[in-house]
């Protein structure tokens, strides 16, 4: 049986969901619900700055797009204070909204690669190394960025820029459309042919024009071996090297 829950409403106030409307949530949720005091609560308000300390009412741990759409209705209807995670890498902790409730895309890591068209679609809750182990076996790779265990969803609405950059883009140019969901609830493909001016603002808008469940990448062929390395010059011939580089 659930305990009411004192929670932060979207205009900042502190407001009262009861026991009866919380039970409604959970019986249509298929994730997990958590609040302070369940076993997963505290690991699941850690994200990758360890000097934001935020304590979410609830935290909503989606298992898909269903999950999604009920937690949108959920806060709107109740008027609540709401954040969107994805890998919980933004260093100032947008993810974590103190007191609110957190919508966590954490567990949603399908990737699906289509090695003839040269695409991937990956769920939001993936990291960047989920998308390139899948992605790798056909020798593809997506445009992401530099550092794997970073979240694809912040970093792709963010712009997103890694090692492929200078020569393909930027990860939001890469994006071939997006499923969201959006403020009322509704799920749509954002593309440039499908609700094109939500598709313009997700690549590198940032967060709150909707929660993306699910990107699709174009891919290009990359590995699996790659040769790197530095070059680097004697520093007596510097003087020859910088005029050529200028
Ligand atoms: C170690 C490290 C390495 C990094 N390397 C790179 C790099 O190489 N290239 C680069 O471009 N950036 C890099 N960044 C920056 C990183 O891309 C951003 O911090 C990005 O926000 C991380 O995405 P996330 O999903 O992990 O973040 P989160 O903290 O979960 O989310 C970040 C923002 O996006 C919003 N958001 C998250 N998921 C969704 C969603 N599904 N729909 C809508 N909005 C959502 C959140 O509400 C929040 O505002 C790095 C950051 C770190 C800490």
């Known amino acids: 049986m659930d305990q009411p829950l004192s929670i932060k409403s979207l205009q900042g106030a502190t407001t009262t969901l009861s026991a009866e409307a919380l039970g409604a949530f959970r019986a249509g949720f298929r994730g997990t619900l958590l609040r302070a005091g369940d076993a997963a609560y505290e690991a699941s308000r850690a994200i990758w700055n360890g000097m934001i300390d935020r304590r979410p009412a609830l935290i909503a741990c989606c298992t898909g797009t269903a999950d999604v759409v009920r937690a949108v209705q959920f806060a709107r209807k109740e008027g609540l204070a709401v954040s969107v995670r994805g890998g919980g890498h933004n260093i100032a902790g947008l993810s974590l909204c103190d007191q609110g409730m957190v919508i ?114 174009r891919l290009y062929p990359v590995g699996p071996e790659i040769l790197v390395g530095a070059i680097a010059w004697r520093a007596d011939a510097a003087p020859e090297v910088l005029r050529h580089y200028r």
């Open 104 to 217: 966590d895309l954490g567990a949603m890591k399908g990737v699906w690669v289509d090695g003839e068209q040269r695409t991937v679609r990956a769920q939001a809750g993936c990291t960047l190394g989920d998308v390139d182990r899948e992605t790798q076996l056909h020798g593809l790779a997506a445009i992401l960025g530099f550092v794997s265990t970073t979240g694809i969803a912040g970093l792709t609405v963010g712009g997103g820029f890694g090692y492929l950059t200078r020569k393909y883009g930027w990860t939001c140019d890469n994006v071939v459309s997006m499923e969201v969901v959006t403020a009322a609830g509704e799920v749509v493909i954002a593309s440039a042919d499908s609700h094109p001016d939500l598709f313009w603002a997700l690549r590198g808008g940032g967060g709150n024009f909707g929660v993306v469940t699910s990107f699709e990448y």
